[in-house]
Nanobody, 116 residues
Framework: QVQLVESGGGLVQAGGSRRLSCVAS????????MGWYRQAPGKQRELVATITSGGSTNYADSVKGRFTISRDNAKNTVYLQMNNLKPEDTAVYYC??????????WGQGTQVTVSS
């Protein structure tokens, strides 16, 4: 069972920045794409950004130009740099392997709250 541990969340004012980190256990990290997801109160979990093992990235339109996903394969870690945060970015943020989300294995997530 892969373990996913997210950190870096907190309370931030609108326009501010935050950097999230996620450490994934196991040997699959180096060969699989990773993604950041978020779930706001009363809403479904949504995909925010993905990064392939080779470093190619994709972003949801709502965060494009403000968020940057990156990874350090030597540390089994994926990051999400969030700039120019908006109140609508308030959510619990999770990382996962897009190819494995069907297994229903998620970490505890990290709460990001953006105040206006």
């Amino acid at each position: 069972q892969v373990q996913l541990v997210e950190s870096g969340g907190g309370l931030v004012q609108a326009g501010g920045s935050r950097r999230l980190s996620c450490v994934a256990s196991g040997s699959l990290f180096n060969i699989l794409a990773m993604g950041w997801y978020r779930q706001a109160p009363g809403k479904q979990r949504e995909l925010v950004a993905t990064i392939t093992s080779g470093g190619s990235t994709n972003y949801a339109d709502s965060v494009k130009g403000r968020f940057t996903i990156s990874r350090d394969n030597a540390k089994n870690t994926v990051y999400l740099q969030m700039n120019n945060l908006k109140p609508e970015d308030t959510a619990v943020y999770y990382c996962n392997f897009p190819a494995m989300i069907g297994r229903g294995n998620w970490g505890q997530g990290t709460q990001v709250t953006v105040s206006s």
